[in-house]
């Protein structure tokens, strides 16, 4: 074999040698890349919407005996979360007297129209003042409906004339116990 020829049969090895040592010592990879969108957390609210706000739910005047008043308000949760409700009796004021068999001559009744079912039933002024009582669970957008039904004993005697009552309410709510929620 000629001494040209070797050296070119020997060049190209040469190169291809020292090419294929460069790219292996150059550390060469393969990679990826991912990525997320912004991740978020927003805050939930607790409102809520009544009907009668700041207002009376009834006020009857010259009532006699036998009469009954029916008032109502509609309460509306507002908020994005669910909450448990209650109603209380924060102050209140009852001059009708005791009947001989017990209890007063004015009576209330309260109930949740929506569910049909009864939250109070008892004297007027009855419910303790300054505790709450318990309406349930409200989810967002839950919308109830509480009457309010006043009546004067039949049997009050001229005794009660002239006589007054009046009671405050305050709703309430508070939303439910913190959750975990897994998103994975």
């Known amino acids: 074999m000629s001494v040209s020829r070797t050296k070119k049969i020997l060049v190209p090895l040469a190169t291809l040698t020292v090419a294929g ?30 009907s009668k706000a700041n207002a009376a739910i009834f006020d009857l005047t010259n009532i006699k005996p036998g009469d009954t008043v029916i ?18 009796e924060t102050l209140s004021a009852n001059a009708f007297g005791e009947k001989t068999t017990g209890g007063n001559y004015l009576k209330l009744v309260v109930t949740n129209a929506t569910t049909n079912t009864q939250v109070y039933s008892g004297d007027f002024g009855g419910l ?45 709510s508070v939303q439910l116990d913190a959750t975990v929620t897994d998103q994975s």
């Open 128 to 172: 303790v003042d300054g505790t709450a009582t318990a309406l349930g669970e409200f989810a967002p957008a839950a919308v109830n409906t509480y009457r309010f039904t006043v009546t004067l004993d039949a049997s009050a005697p001229n005794s009660e004339q002239g006589k007054t009552a009046n009671a405050t309410y305050t709703w309430d």
């Open 21 to 50: 040592a460069i790219a292996v010592g150059s550390g060469a990879t393969f990679t990826s890349t991912s990525g997320n969108t912004i991740s978020a957390v927003t805050a939930g609210s607790l409102t809520q919407a009544n």
């Open 71 to 88: 008032g109502a308000v509609t309460l509306t949760n507002t908020g994005t979360l669910p909450a448990t409700f209650s109603l209380t």
